[in-house]
């Protein structure tokens, strides 16, 4: 059995699926990762931020895995109505997270 710390690391391109779109975004997990933040981006940022790149590349630097990932598709964020959807933008966010636990080299894992 592979424990936590000795697990290698992971950097790969995702489409995380949610319950009406599948959601592009980048997982990273650190050797020995301890833990894992979502970074859930919406309108006005993306996935692709620098500023948010940096932010996660220095929680990588603790040993926290990051998935940074948009909550709208590329057409749905051009769509003003969807931007503002709380309710689609929250269920996509929980969505996500499960999808997050499913993985398995970030299931066992605590989310923030």
Known sequence: MTRWS??????REVI??????GLAGRLVLPAGAIGLVLFAHGSGSS?????NVQVAECLHAARMGTLLFDLLTESESRIRA???????????????TRWSMRQPEAGGLRIG
């Open 47 to 51: 996935r692709l931020s620098p500023r």
């Open 6 to 11: 000795d697990a290698p690391p992971i950097d």
């Open 82 to 96: 969807r931007i503002f959807d709380i309710p689609r933008l929250a269920q996509r966010l929980a969505d996500a």
């Open 16 to 21: 995380v699926d949610v319950t009406d779109a």
